[in-house]
């Protein structure tokens, strides 16, 4: 009985061992903060996981963080995190402008603090990005926009694991955050935003809010929301945020969101309440018009 125990023992230690060593490893690098970056920003370079490739992460801190040392924040998770603080890094130089605007609306007193975690993309993005159990069940239209990638390529499933089981318990321990569901928000913009309502769907206990920007539905002509109709979580404990422009790529939007809306009226969603779905006329599918209106979703999920 002794050596049944002292073996047991030793393996929640090498178990912990080994979580404590995965930490340490992801200790961020302190970047003295870039040009153009508004706050304090930290960066997880190539975090590890066994779920999906290594991918940078960066976590905005918002001001005031490191003056009080009891007080604990919201998160909100986003995705393509090269493309929310620093320009330089941006896919057209132009980033989403969430340090700035994070730090006005903080500043306004219009929402709590927040810490920002942006998740990198990696070339798998689509792969990673896309619903994996709506492509996987559904067989009764050919995949439109996803034809060269095969269902068996599709990671998605994985990339939650990675955000639910490995990158939030790190920041969890890394940093005072508040880790309940109703302080734990995640979006994203376009396949970003499919994945975002995917997540909470997925994983109702752990996130209460879901954004998603220029929302792109129409892809397999929308079996995305075919998906969801059956799997949308509790209207009383979770809330949805969608938009979309009218121009470029977002011009096809409209009708999908639609009827994404009527899914969210059946479903006991009130909008306005636990739901927003807004029109920006003249908004393009760009970085360009996305930061220009990303304090609306911020606002929705982060209101005092």
């Given at each position: 009985?002794?050596?049944?125990?002292k073996?047991?023992?030793?393996?929640?230690?090498?178990?912990?061992?080994?979580?404590?060593?995965?930490?340490?490893?992801?200790?961020?690098?302190?970047?003295?903060?870039?040009?153009?970056?508004?706050?304090?920003?930290?960066?997880?370079?190539?975090?590890?996981?066994?779920?999906?490739?290594?991918?940078?992460?960066?976590?905005?801190?918002?001001?005031?963080?490191?003056?009080?040392k009891?007080?604990?924040?919201?998160?909100?998770?986003?995705?393509?995190?090269?493309?929310?603080?620093?320009?330089?890094?941006?896919?057209?130089?132009?980033?989403?402008?969430?340090?700035?605007?994070?730090?006005?609306?903080?500043?306004?007193?219009?929402?709590?603090?927040?810490?920002?975690?942006?998740?990198?993309?990696?070339?798998?993005?689509?792969?990673?990005?896309?619903?994996?159990k709506?492509?996987?069940?559904?067989?009764?239209?050919?995949?439109?926009?996803?034809?060269?990638?095969?269902?068996?390529?599709?990671?998605?499933?994985?990339?939650?694991?990675?955000?639910v089981?490995?990158?939030?318990?790190?920041?969890?321990?890394?940093?005072?955050?508040?880790?309940?569901?109703?302080n734990?928000?995640?979006?994203?913009?376009?396949a970003g935003?499919?994945?975002?309502?995917?997540?909470?769907?997925?994983?109702?206990?752990?996130?209460?809010g879901?954004?998603?920007?220029?929302?792109?539905?129409?892809?397999?002509?929308?079996?995305?929301?075919?998906?969801?109709?059956?799997h949308?979580?509790?209207?009383?404990?979770?809330?949805?945020y969608?938009?979309?422009?009218?121009?470029?790529?977002?011009?096809?939007?409209?009708?999908?969101?639609?009827?994404?809306?009527?899914?969210?009226?059946?479903?006991?969603?009130?909008?306005?309440?636990?739901?927003?779905?807004?029109?920006?006329?003249?908004?393009?599918?760009?970085?360009?018009?996305?930061?220009?209106?990303?304090?609306?979703?911020l606002t929705?999920?982060?209101?005092?």
């Amino acid at each position: 009985m002794k050596r049944v125990v002292k073996t047991i023992s030793s393996i929640l230690l090498l178990d912990l061992f080994s979580t404590l060593l995965s930490f340490a490893q992801q200790t961020p690098q302190t970047l003295s903060t870039p040009e153009g970056v508004t706050g304090n920003l930290k960066r997880h370079e190539r975090f590890n996981s066994k779920y999906v490739d290594p991918r940078n992460v960066d976590v905005w801190l918002p001001p005031g963080y490191q003056l009080n040392k009891s007080k604990r924040f919201p998160v909100v998770y986003m995705h393509d995190g090269q493309n929310l603080f620093d320009p330089k890094l941006s896919f057209i130089k132009v980033d989403w402008g969430v340090d700035e605007t994070m730090t006005r609306l903080i500043d306004e007193g219009k929402i709590r603090a927040a810490i920002v975690v942006g998740v990198w993309n990696t070339p798998k993005r689509f792969a990673e990005y896309m619903p994996q159990k709506a492509v996987v069940n559904s067989s009764v239209r050919p995949l439109k926009d996803i034809s060269a990638l095969r269902r068996d390529q599709i990671v998605s499933d994985n990339y939650l694991k990675f955000l639910v089981t490995e990158l939030k318990p790190f920041i969890d321990s890394m940093y005072r955050t508040r880790a309940d569901r109703k302080n734990t928000f995640i979006m994203g913009s376009s396949a970003g935003a499919l994945i975002s309502a995917y997540a909470m769907s997925e994983y109702p206990n752990v996130f209460g809010g879901a954004g998603g920007i220029s929302t792109h539905w129409p892809v397999g002509d929308g079996i995305v929301i075919d998906y969801l109709k059956n799997h949308l979580p509790d209207p009383g404990t979770h809330k949805f945020y969608f938009d979309f422009g009218t121009e470029t790529l977002d011009a096809g939007y409209e009708p999908y969101q639609r009827k994404m809306d009527e899914v969210m009226r059946k479903a006991g969603y009130k909008e306005g309440s636990n739901w927003i779905t807004r029109k920006f006329p003249g908004a393009e599918h760009s970085e360009r018009a996305w930061r220009k209106r990303v304090d609306v979703p911020l606002t929705f999920f982060l209101h005092k």
